[in-house]
């Protein structure tokens, strides 16, 4: 066991802060094509199946640039793609599941959309937008056409399954992290009563609890993707992150007061992503029941 | 970053499951409560065991060679801790002087008090009770009031201690008792090693709800003890305590205990056809998700101590973890077995009282939470 971060890991985040800050545009809710275009060129959209790196590494990834609202559908791109798509891999990667048609992540542009339909997968290229979706939750929607497109084979159905929710899961520990440390930074400097509202036990302890939320959430999704989205462990990061976005959105929203609500305090910027990011895959009592089937299958009925 | 184990560290725990299958009755392995020594026999069956783990060189591994350990890893101790607590403890309370007791002993021990403890203790020999709470002083533990006057070579201590476990079969107590009336009252705290059957201490059980047994009053009427079963020196009894304790701030592998008890009430539960249930196998599920997480928040702090990074904070996040793990356990299971689960001795009946004291035992649930802004996210005092 050895849960430090190795100095290459360290020094991977480290150049995503910077080219981040580089290449972003402030805004990041929309398409970040130079973004995109940085990260790819710097090697860090392929770690998943570099020999010297691999799935946890491409987790990390995905939690950062999560953490820095990147514009780009960084899961998909990083840990879902590599996992179904071998090594061609291109950067507007969007999923879905089965339905026609459907609301999809950064759909106005894809270069391919991931389809869950049933026990296969299907990747669709470039596909047809029928129109984008008016919404106020962090990430630009479209309406997209999901006919045909090409099986991914025999069990990329349960495989888009399990990496989808380790991706999503890492998005919501990047957007949750922040959303947590914005709150707890601005209660800290908020003053009412005389004091700091931070230092209220009242409020001290919802921040505490979103806290150990928020770490539980971290190391059961880094650890699912060292298992490599194994079904167990893929449906508790699964589960608990979905449990997490719910528990930071709301609670970020109501210790922050009015001032959480108005579109000049960022907040909304990790919550209302969390919002999204947690309701794209397989719910919360979905995950769970996963992870009750998964420890306890029905070969246990006998005697 | 690497969540495997290693080689040595999966063999050691094949060796101690056979142990455990070998030495551990049955019924406790299938039902794993906490399971308090209160009767004689109980005492000689706790101390078979002990000496049988002693033996083995298991019952302080990770001690220093020269007080009887073989120096192994907080890994091989923290296998140790949730193969034996999962099966009901059948250490008895050595876990507390393995973990702390002796550690502090070591470091702040006169050559006589190591001579003599670290051997009784390596051996397994010897149980220890823990004389911290009173009734005023509980989560504000230094305000205690339990007085140690000094008269030439011998204190003489009188107050009241309370929730004691083990105390009825303990032979030794590690009392905080106070020498000092001061402006803080952490500064005024000495440790003494006392032997339980020193004149003046009367020992009272408090019936309760969480197992018969568990928990007790002990009294202190004029008992003398000798300087020289102060630990340390006066007045730093809270210093080296808190430092002792760290070692024991990720408490007892209850998620181990608790996803072993999910285990088994799932397993009932799908024999008895509950698993046509959507509702409770979710409810499963997540009590399980609770369990792996309260897991691998616990590790990331045996991984940091063993590494000698401070925990500070890490520790209060997994107790967190941990007490909200148990609780989701209990709960599923009473759900699960619905009004059998009220049988006395059924397996939710007992895990459920004890998943309640998850939160309160060895540091409050709130104590924590306060722990972890203070210390985690450094939220201000005022």
Same mark, same amino acid.
């Given at each position: 066991m050895d849960f430090d971060l190795s100095d290459q890991q360290l020094a991977t985040l480290s150049s995503i802060d910077s080219i981040v800050r580089l290449h972003a545009t402030p805004d990041g809710d929309h398409d970040d094509r130079d973004l995109a275009g940085a990260l790819k060129r710097a090697g860090f959209l392929d770690l998943f199946r570099e020999p010297d790196a691999g799935p946890l590494d491409a987790e990390l990834v995905v939690e950062r640039v999560s953490s820095l609202l990147g514009g780009l559908a960084i899961g998909a791109r990083s840990l879902v793609g590599p996992a179904l798509l071998g090594d061609e891999v291109p950067n507007r990667i969007g999923l879905a599941r089965a339905g026609n048609p459907a609301i999809v992540r950064y759909g106005a542009d894809l270069d391919v959309v991931i389809v869950q339909d049933g026990e296969t997968a299907r990747a669709i290229s470039k596909p047809r937008m029928l129109g984008?979706?008016?919404?106020?939750?962090?990430f630009p929607l479209a309406l997209i056409e999901l006919e045909g497109g090409r099986s991914l084979g025999a069990g990329s159905g349960d495989k888009l399954r399990r990496w989808w929710r380790v991706a999503n899961a890492a998005e919501i520990v990047g957007l949750a992290t922040e959303a947590l440390s914005f709150t707890a930074g601005y209660l800290s400097e908020r003053r009412q009563f005389g004091r700091a509202l931070a230092s209220f036990q009242a409020l001290q302890h919802r921040l505490a609890e979103a806290y150990v939320y928020v770490e539980g959430a971290r190391w059961a999704t880094r650890y699912a993707a060292w298992t490599e989205a194994e079904e167990q462990a893929s449906s508790i990061a699964g589960g608990y992150a979905q449990q997490t976005a719910r528990l930071v959105s709301m609670d970020m929203h109501q210790l922050t007061g009015a001032i959480g609500f108005t579109s000049e305090f960022a907040l909304h910027r990790w919550t209302a992503r969390l919002q999204a990011v947690r309701l794209e895959a397989d719910g919360q009592d979905q995950q769970f029941t996963s992870v009750a089937t998964a420890r306890w299958p029905v070969a246990n009925m006998g005697g | 970053m690497?969540? +495997?184990? $290693?080689?040595?560290?999966?063999?050691?725990?094949?060796d101690l499951r056979k142990f455990v299958e070998a030495e551990v009755p049955k019924e406790w392995i299938a039902n794993p409560r906490q399971r308090p020594v209160v009767t004689p026999d109980d005492r000689t069956r706790t101390l078979s065991f002990n000496h049988k783990l002693a033996s083995r060189g298991w019952l302080t591994s990770h001690w220093p060679r020269e007080y009887g350990g073989s120096e192994a890893s907080a890994w091989q101790h923290l296998i140790t801790g949730e193969e034996l607590w999962s099966v009901g403890e059948p250490r008895g309370p050595q876990y507390m002087n393995v973990n702390w007791i002796g550690p502090a002993i070591m470091r702040h021990g006169s050559p006589e008090q190591k001579e003599y403890h670290l051997r009784e203790i390596s051996r397994g020999s010897v149980f220890w009770c823990q004389g911290f709470s009173e009734p005023d002083a509980g989560s504000d533990l230094a305000s205690l009031r339990?007085?140690?006057?000094?008269?030439g070579d011998t204190y003489v201590i009188n107050g009241q201690k309370i929730w004691t476990s083990h105390c009825q079969v303990a032979d030794w107590c590690v009392l905080l008792a106070r020498t000092a009336r001061?402006?803080?009252?952490r500064a005024g705290i000495s440790?003494?090693?006392?032997?339980? /059957? /020193?004149?003046?201490?009367?020992v009272r059980q408090i019936p309760n709800y969480v197992e018969v047994g568990s928990l007790h009053e002990v009294f202190f009427t004029d008992v003398q003890v000798p300087v020289s079963n102060r630990l340390g020196e006066e007045n730093e009894g809270w210093q080296i305590v808190r430092d002792a304790l760290k070692n024991e701030r990720v408490g007892a592998p209850r998620w181990e205990r608790a996803a072993r008890m999910l285990d088994a009430v799932a397993i009932w539960a799908q024999r008895e056809g509950r698993f046509d249930d959507p509702a409770l196998v979710r409810r499963l599920g997540e009590a399980k998700a609770a369990c792996e997480v309260a897991r691998l928040l616990a590790y990331r702090v045996i991984? !940091?101590? !063993?590494?000698?990074?401070? /925990? &500070?904070?890490?520790? &209060?996040?997994?107790?967190? !973890? /941990? !007490?909200?793990a148990d609780r989701l356990v209990g709960d599923a299971a009473m759900e699960a077995y619905g009004t059998r689960g009220l049988i006395a001795g059924s397996a939710p009946?007992?895990?459920?009282? @004890? $998943?309640?004291?998850? +939160?309160?035992?060895?540091? &409050?649930?709130?104590? @924590?939470?306060?722990?972890? &802004?203070? @210390? $985690?996210? @450094?939220?201000p005092a005022k």
């Open positions: 984008p979706i008016e919404s106020r939750y962090g | 690497e969540f +495997g184990w $290693a080689p040595e560290e999966r063999d050691y725990r094949r339990t007085a140690a006057i000094r008269e001061g402006e803080d009252p440790i003494f090693l006392i032997p339980m /059957t /020193t004149p003046g201490i009367e991984d !940091a101590r !063993a590494k000698g990074i401070s /925990t &500070s904070g890490m520790a &209060s996040v997994s107790r967190v !973890a /941990t !007490a909200r009946d007992a895990f459920w009282w @004890q $998943a309640l004291a998850a +939160g309160v035992a060895g540091g &409050s649930y709130e104590i @924590q939470l306060n722990l972890i &802004s203070h @210390q $985690a996210m @450094q939220l």
